[in-house]
Structure formats: C-alpha cells, structure tokens
C-alpha cells in the first residue's frame, strides 16, 4: 500500500478510546437495586444482541461484538441493564438521524437511558438516576490510549470527533485523560454519526481536504461514514468494537495505538 499523505488523525472517542461499558457497568453496580427487585428481562432484551446493520450509538454500537473488562464481575443483571441502555441510546439516535426526533444532546439522552434503567431496576431515587446517567461521562480509557494520543500527537495534530454533547466530552476528556488539538462535538452539527455533516466539522475545523484526514475508530459504521466523505480511514480493534466485514476496505488495520503509530512511521 503507498504511504498515506494526511495532514491530521481523527480519533473517535467512544469505545476507541474509552472504555465504554466498563464505566457504565460501574455506574450500574453503585445503583445497587434492591435485593429480590426483578431483572428486566422483558422485551427479550437477554439474548438478542443489538440490532444488525450498523445503526449508531454513543454506546449501543460499541458495545455490541463484545465484553470488555468487567464484564465477568458484572452480573447477569447488570448485563441487561446494560443492555437495556445501549438499546435505548442506539434507538434514539437513528431517531434522530431518521428525522423521527428532533436533535437531543448524548447527555440528556444519557438521561433519558438512566430513567428507563432505573424504573426497570425498581430504583425510585431520582438522585440515583442522575448519578447514573453522569457515569457515561467516566470512562475509563484503553491501557493504551493515552501513550498512544502523545505518540501520534507527537507527529499529526490530532482531532477528537465525538458523538458526545459538548458538556459530555469535556468530562470525558478530562476523566481519562484525553489530550487534542482540537475536540469536536456532533452537537455542533446537531446531529449523530455516521451523518455526512458530523464528520464535515473535521474537515472545516482542520482546512485540509478530506483526503488528507485520517478517521480512526473501533467501530466500522464509523469508518464507512468517514469514507462516504472521502476521510482515509484506520480501524483499531477493541474488544466492544464493530469490527470490519469482509466487503469493507480501510487503509489501515491495527491491533492498538502503539500499531497505528508504527504504520505512521512514528517512533
């Protein structure tokens, strides 16, 4: 393959660089439903797995190809808690991309998935809920993220492109450490990746030409909107991403950040 020629890398953040169900897990096991409440197993939220296709979501399409750490401390309550959530936040944002909604910031969907969560849960605490929704703002970040960040950082500027509001991926940022050029939210687009508009900030905020961007993500909806743009495109394998199907052609594959910078040539 020739050399990639990019001026700047574009990192998702959800799932690519943080771990997302592991910080909601976390948040679900300080709910602490009563002892002997039901679990939500209604709906037959259990087995299903989050729908196919590819549809978006802050957490819902990371979360679905895999556990992350965690996941076996987690019980099968928490589980589907889990689920119910990534279900819901996945579900309204294609709402909104398929204009059945109006626009909503990913923290007051946050808020929206906590009370759906803490009404299955038999959680009444409306203090319990909010606590609840805040936890998808603490996620911890992949072992190798923030090494990664300076590494490439230290020969592109990078760019976050997130799904999270503005309020949300400042707190994420923080909390795990993130460190950027530039940090962009889809909520100045106010609307939802994979939408053509979300990935356009990248471009304007950068003045280079897609084809001198390279779009990072964990999650190949992503990358397949990225690409629609004419971004060039790596896939970084994380153990909740959406991985690539046979019929997809990204310009790099890598195991971690600490690959990504080797195929750059970053020392």
Sequence with gaps: MAELKIDAVVFDVLGTLVDEPAGLRAGLRALAPPSGTPSPGAGGLGAGGLGAGGAPGTVGAAGRAGKADGAESAGPGTERLLLLWQRHIEREQRRVLD???PYLPSDLLDREAAGVVAEA???EDPAAAEALARSARRLPPWPDTVAGLARIGGGFPLIGLSNASRTALLQLNAHAGLRWHQA????DARTYKP???VYR????GSG???ERLLMVAAHAWDLRGAQALGLRTA?????VGDPPTAADRFDLHARDLTDLAEQLGLS
């Design 99 to 101: 204009g059945d909604r």
């Design 121 to 123: 849960a038999g959680v």
């Design 184 to 187: 962009l939210s889809a909520e």
């Design 195 to 197: 939408d053509p508009a």
């Design 201 to 204: 900030l990248a471009v304007t």
């Design 208 to 210: 280079a030409p897609p």
């Design 235 to 239: 896939y970084v394998a994380r153990p």
